[in-house]
């Protein structure tokens, strides 16, 4: 597996990067041995990067993944926070640092997704915390996930941030404040300020599925790109993913149409529409009508964010 340097970090990582999101209860929920086997499965066949967020509730399945691991501080673990104020972001660097039982943390962000560019001033405590740990040396290297075209412009111009997690896809899915060209060229003039980028949503939560290669090798041929985070919870998606990304054949047994299954979000009928998850989710997907949440699904990114926020427990990935 190819490995790109992060901008001036000095953190090497494979071109793929296992994204853990789907293994968690906000997509799959899949058994925490079965995870945990995914993932080291990943790390043994040479991705060295995993991206993961506390909201996510992942880190057991990579605490589990990495015992016993003989090439473990090799790993990069990316994670990410909400946190608003200094000591919400404190706690969540420990809590990170206990749940993953590192001795510091290889990358952390401050999790963003559609916020404006004032981000760095309006949760300015949350990022005071990211630059006091890094200055301790707990923590490697920081930056932002964004959805946002202005972000990315913004921490290109911000000495502080090391790494930038924008979402990019050819369909621009997702893409707050500009076209696939404008993400393209903020996230082409970030790398030239020095910046390391790996990218989100490169298959459009599940609506690229069908042109897998394509899209991927879309995002990985963008100037600045040094990795690409994709979600697996199958052994078969990950050997997919490790076919395209090492440039080999994709035997027949392989093809999209056999090992992925499309998802689709479902709001069911006890919905009391409080509207909690239309105010949650990044992607303006949710929407009231008559009383009840409905769902855009060519506007729904398959985050899941929106499913652990209701108090129904009326939302589902299927
Ligand atoms: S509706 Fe919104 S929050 Fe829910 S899965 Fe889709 S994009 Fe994510
Ligand atoms: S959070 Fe649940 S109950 Fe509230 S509107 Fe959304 S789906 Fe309905």
């Not at 789907?22 to 995914?38: D, F, H, R, S, T």
């Not at 989100?200 to 899209?215: P, V, W």
Request: proline letters at 3%; hydrophobic letters at 40%; charged letters at 25%.
């Amino acid at each position: 597996m190819k490995k790109n340097s992060l901008g001036k970090t000095g953190i090497k990582v494979s071109e793929l990067c296992f994204g853990a999101l789907p293994l968690g209860p906000l997509q799959a929920n899949i058994a925490l041995e079965e995870g945990a086997k995914l993932v080291r499965t990943a790390l043994e066949r040479g991705i060295n990067f995993i991206d993961t967020a506390e909201t996510y509730k992942t880190y057991p399945y990579i605490k589990k993944a990495l015992e016993g691991y003989n090439n473990k501080k090799e790993v990069i673990i990316a994670t990410k926070s909400n946190a608003q104020t200094y000591l919400e972001m404190e706690k969540s660097i420990k809590e990170a640092l206990q749940a993953l039982d590192r001795d510091y943390l290889d990358i952390f962000h401050l999790h963003a997704a559609r916020v404006t560019s004032s981000v760095f001033e309006e949760r300015e405590g949350a990022w005071q915390g990211l630059k006091d740990y890094r200055a301790k040396g707990l923590i490697r290297a920081i930056g932002i996930s964004t959805h946002v075209v202005e972000v990315v412009r913004r921490a290109a111009e911000i000495k502080d941030i090391d790494i930038v997690f924008p979402l990019i896809n050819k369909l621009g899915m997702g893409i707050v404040g500009g076209t696939v060209e404008d993400m393209v060229k903020a996230i082409t003039e970030a790398a030239k300020a020095g910046k390391g980028l790996y990218a989100m949503k490169a298959l459009a939560g599940g609506h690229l599925i069908d042109q897998l290669k394509e899209s991927l090798n879309f995002v990985r041929n963008i100037a600045g790109i040094n990795s690409v985070a994709v979600g697996m919870v199958k052994p078969e998606e990950l050997a997919l993913n490790l076919k395209i990304f090492n440039n080999e054949e994709i035997p027949p047994e392989l093809s999209t149409k056999k090992i992925k299954s499309s998802k689709r979000l479902v709001i069911l009928s006890f919905c009391k529409g409080c509207g909690t998850c239309v105010k949650t989710c990044p992607n303006q997907a949710l929407s009231l009508e008559k009383g009840k949440a409905v769902v855009d699904q060519k506007l729904c990114l398959r985050c899941g964010y929106c499913n652990p926020v209701c108090p129904e427990f009326a939302i589902r990935l299927v």
